[in-house]
């Protein structure tokens, strides 16, 4: 590939902060990359592809860029309790900049060595500039953090705030980065987007402690709690007015709009788990701390999702229109 | 994402021919796939990212283009000698177009299950066609035959023929395939580019039984030979009249041409490989019935890799201005 591939592999990512930590690991230089799993584990997998003017701006900060992309992974391994164990990187770039392979390079590694996952292998091509990173991680065999284990009664959490993200889109969208904005708000919530949190200790809290289901809410709380009533063949009652919403949001937007994102919104990359209502929900002190969780709803036995309030059901769409 | 993911998914990509037969495999429809390795196995992966206009021309058949990009990843598990487990997709598409993904879905299935590798997990998004492939594969620990086991002395052989894809790129360019085109000799060629075998029996068989290193060949023989000596140490001989070159390729082109291409043309995914020189090669009916092998040179001691006949250097970029 034209790039000077070989190069470009060594100089920018075959570096601290992107290295396996595990001894069984090859890494970039071969074929394949080749890893092992402890005879009691599982793999699990996940794949976000990010595309410029689709899911991030033209021009935008490539130290950012590379943060988000690995934490978009990152938090779809969270979503099931796993321990993040390595990743690949699909990189296609119009050209060869230096300081952009650097500042990518940058971001990433911030977040890869914050949960010690190493890059072990990729492509680079020349293209329209598009990221494809797979996250792996590992669990005990048949202990993973499914969709479809929710049960009628269990009540339903949120971790963090929703709709920060999608509260951030118009600064995005005119190509602002939370250094450049001028207010504490604005840069909360630029932060939050290009920044997002992968829940990977509470995750893996849930899993050995009985959540019986759970996702990442990265497409709006309406319609991916809709994925777990799926999976699980149940219904729920949604409090909307417990739907946790940051005070920065509704300071800037106001209360009703305020919360209109945090249900429809998505990008946030919180989890949305369920939790048996018998089973008192007391997370240790070590998560207290970062992971903040509301209780939102129920899971019921009739189809669909409801406002618990008034009954009637609640879709991302219908919401939209109020 | 905007293409109705889910449907598409469904509807396209959980279908008969890209499903796993792996019990202990999930594949699409949560957040990760999750998969189990026997105790004694590693997991070799690798990944390969095709970008319209860069590695396949506009308006290019999707049922070719399906099959090529899982064939091309597939040639990494073969390079090291690993037996198909499973792959990952990630599509990026400018429209949902359900003729197009329909065809694409075929030429990825029919190749899929030749060789039994289900479809796991994957993201479609919206932006200019680009295809993401990450498939993988498992053999026994610390087997993987690997770029850095060649030694001295040993002798280097080539599967099937090479230069084929290199001659069909003008006819790839101007947007021909294999039924389009009048002669047998442009459509050998074009099938060659197309769909290309991934030495995956012939891979296993060389790990089984003594090859010492070994590589796909997609950037030319003379550069990817390249990475064998890098790795291993070493330098080698290639007598460069014994390089297999194809009776159509030599027709259309002229022997001299078609040496230059074999030597120099990527896109052909066959294995070179070493083998110890005490040892007899003596591969097994089932396998010399579909892989014609020839060697074509030796492993030295001196760096570098020259003319078995002249002792004079050879490189990609010098042997293209003979």
Redesign the interface.
């Known amino acids: 590939?034209a790039l000077g591939e070989f190069d470009l592999i060594r100089s920018f990512f075959d570096r601290p902060g992107l290295r396996s930590h595990f001894d069984?690991v090859?890494g970039i230089?071969?074929?394949?990359?080749?890893?092992?799993?402890q005879?009691n584990?599982?793999?699990?997998?996940?794949?976000?592809?990010?595309?410029?003017?689709?899911?991030f701006p033209k021009n935008c900060d490539p130290c950012l860029l590379g943060y988000r992309a690995l934490a978009v992974n990152l938090s779809?391994?969270a979503?099931?309790g796993?321990e993040p164990h390595s990743f690949?990187?699909?990189?296609?770039l119009p050209d060869s900049d230096d300081a952009w392979l650097q500042s990518f390079s940058d971001g990433l590694a911030e977040l890869a060595s914050a949960h010690q996952i190493g890059l072990?292998?990729?492509?680079t091509?020349?293209?329209?500039l598009?990221i494809?990173i797979?996250v792996q991680?590992t669990l005990p065999?048949g202990s993973?953090l499914?969709?479809?284990g929710a049960n009628i009664g269990d009540l339903i959490y949120i971790s963090g705030y929703l709709g920060d993200a999608a509260g951030a889109l118009p600064d995005v969208l005119r190509g602002e980065n939370p250094k450049s904005v001028s207010t504490i708000e604005q840069r909360y919530l630029l932060d939050r987007y290009y920044r997002p949190t992968p829940r990977i200790a509470l995750g893996q809290w849930l899993r050995e402690n009985g959540a019986t289901a759970?996702?990442?809410v990265s497409?709006g709380l309406l319609g991916d709690l809709g994925h777990i009533l799926k999976?699980s063949q149940v219904g729920a009652e949604l409090n909307i007015s417990s739907v946790p919403v940051s005070k920065e949001l509704e300071s800037l937007l106001g209360s009703e709009k305020a919360r209109e994102l945090a249900l429809t919104g998505g990008d946030d990359y919180e989890l949305c788990f369920t939790w048996p209502v018998q089973k008192k929900l007391q997370l240790p002190e070590s998560l207290t701390e970062d992971h903040h969780i509301t209780c939102v709803g129920r899971i019921a036995s009739s189809p669909g999702l409801v406002d618990a309030e008034t009954g009637q059901p609640l879709s991302p769409q219908a919401y939209q229109h109020f």
């Open positions: 590939m069984d090859v230089g071969d074929d394949c990359a080749l890893l092992s799993l005879s584990q599982q793999l699990a997998q996940s794949l976000d592809t990010l595309v410029e003017g689709v899911h779809d391994l979503a099931m796993a690949t990187l699909g990189l296609t072990i292998g990729g492509d091509t020349r293209g329209p598009t494809s797979q991680g065999k993973a499914r969709r479809n759970a996702l990442d497409d999976a």
